[in-house]
């Protein structure tokens, strides 16, 4: 696609918000007639709200975290590729540059030194080192295939040697500002999470992952029918450099578009849809996710897609256009313990969303790593111990390989300490 200067793209995000700001400004403001002034009149006062924490002037901290795991998973032919210890830090939040919030930078730093990994390996070796002893497993052909695409890739001497997945460095991430002048208009820029909708990371793109860019979203169901309108323009890439600071000129760049739009349905579900546009590839996705209570087996179902709607070549190896699907159900036991089971497909080719000709060789994609590509079921359990510990675990089984003597599967098992909670637990800090 054709490269925008950040600039031009900026102020086409202005133009909008003026013209929205017309649009909108006409029904943003009632005056209360007399009747309505009396009622607040002899209405009665409220109790005051209980304080809040300390910073929440200016801080809003949503996640402040530590979290340990083993992780153990198999590829088609059988190997071990994860057999480690892992863990993961993950800070969430935002300042507010207003009383009310409406001007906010927001951040998102995590460990993990790739775009979709917030884990990293600290105990009993690391990724790097099961990929390439993996490799002597190869055929020939399979072995030319994969010089071929080391060589074209712009990353293939980092990826020759087996990209590191070790360490208990610390990325940020996200660092955008959010502006909302009126209601209905939000506008952000920076280093952005990916807007998902009601897609989950099986079949969007993994939850650890970002972009630089730009996003509008319009927030009026009165006169749009869709609770949400989302555009996004901007980049999506650099696959090892989770660091915003070390991608800043990617806001100069343009390979992604997003349209979105997202509605709710009475009181019991919510739906999205969105088209996209990433590195050649053009994509469909749609999700559900509704409430069931009076269902008592469970909680809440989702049921979500995608149809990537073309071809497309990386360096002469053509990746064909491909579909998927996920469903999963939730419930939550003894006001403790959440189960999720669900079966997922995704197509072999998924890895093509990234642009490069080496990932896309190996199937390493950019949806959630611990699904990937391929038929699976899966199944999780978090157990809320007691306030700030949890306690949770994994499972995914391939139903469908190429090889039925393979065995694909991965579990993980750890705690997670939210820190946020641990510290207010005697006194509201965050």
């Known amino acids: 696609m054709t490269q925008h200067p950040a600039t031009l793209r900026a102020v086409a995000l202005l133009t909008l918000m003026a013209g929205s700001a017309a649009l909108f400004a006409q029904n943003s403001f009632v005056t209360a007639d ?39 998973s ?30 906010t930078i927001n951040f998102h730093g995590s460990s993990g030194r790739t775009f979709n990994w917030a884990f990293a390996d600290f105990a009993g070796g690391q990724y790097r080192d099961s990929v390439i002893a993996a490799r002597t497993y190869k055929s020939a052909a399979q072995q030319a295939a994969l010089t071929k695409a080391i060589a074209a890739d712009p990353d293939g001497a980092i990826y020759k040697l087996g990209f590191p997945s070790r360490g208990g460095y610390f990325y940020l991430r996200q660092l ?34 970002y972009m630089s860019g730009e996003r509008v979203r319009l927030h009026d169901p009165k006169h749009l029918f869709f609770d949400q309108i989302a555009t996004t323009w901007g980049f999506v890439g650099n696959t090892l450099k989770p660091n915003f600071f070390a991608r800043g ?54 049921f979500e897609l995608y149809q990537r709607m073309n071809d497309i070549a990386l360096s002469g190896v053509k990746f064909a256009k491909g579909s998927g699907f996920a469903v999963s159900a939730d419930k939550l036991l ?35 790593d611990t699904f990937s590509a391929g038929k ?55």
Do not use: C
């Not at 830090?89 to 919030?101: E, P």
């Not at 002048?181 to 099986?202: A, C, D, K, R, Y």
């Not at 007691?386 to 949770?392: I, K, M, R």
């Open 34 to 72: 007399a009747s309505e002034a009396a009622a607040v009149v002899t209405s009665t006062i409220a109790p005051a709200p209980a304080p809040g924490p300390l910073t929440a002037r200016w801080l809003d901290l949503k996640t402040l975290s530590y979290s340990g795991r083993y992780r153990n």
């Open 74 to 103: 198999t590829n088609a032919d059988g190997r071990h590729l994860f057999m480690f210890g892992q863990q993961r830090y993950i800070a969430d939040g935002k300042l507010k540059l207003d009383a009310s919030g409406k001007y």
């Open 176 to 209: 955008y500002v959010s502006a909302t002048p009126i209601s209905q208009v939000t506008v952000e820029f920076g280093s952005l999470p990916i807007e998902h909708g009601q897609n989950t990371e099986i079949t969007s793109f993994d939850d650890d992952g």
């Open 249 to 302: 000129s990617d806001l100069k760049t343009n390979n992604y578009q997003q349209y979105l739009v997202e509605k709710k349905i009475a009181t019991r579900a919510v739906a999205s849809a969105d088209f996209s546009e990433l590195n050649g590839t053009h994509s469909m996705r749609e999700a559900i996710a509704i409430k069931t209570p009076e269902a008592k087996v469970i909680d809440s179902a989702r």
């Open 334 to 368: 003894m006001k403790k313990v959440n189960v999720e089971a669900g079966f997922a497909s995704v197509d072999n080719n998924y890895a093509a969303y990234s642009g490069s000709p080496y990932l896309a060789s190996i199937g390493f994609g950019w949806n959630g």
């Open 376 to 430: 699976r079921g899966f199944a999780k359990l978090d157990w809320k111990m007691t306030n700030g510990v949890d306690v949770y675990g994994f499972y995914t089984h391939t139903i469908v390989v190429l090889n039925p003597s393979s065995n694909i599967q991965g579990y993980n098992a750890g705690m997670n300490f939210d820190a946020k909670a641990l510290i207010n637990r005697t006194k509201r800090v965050f």
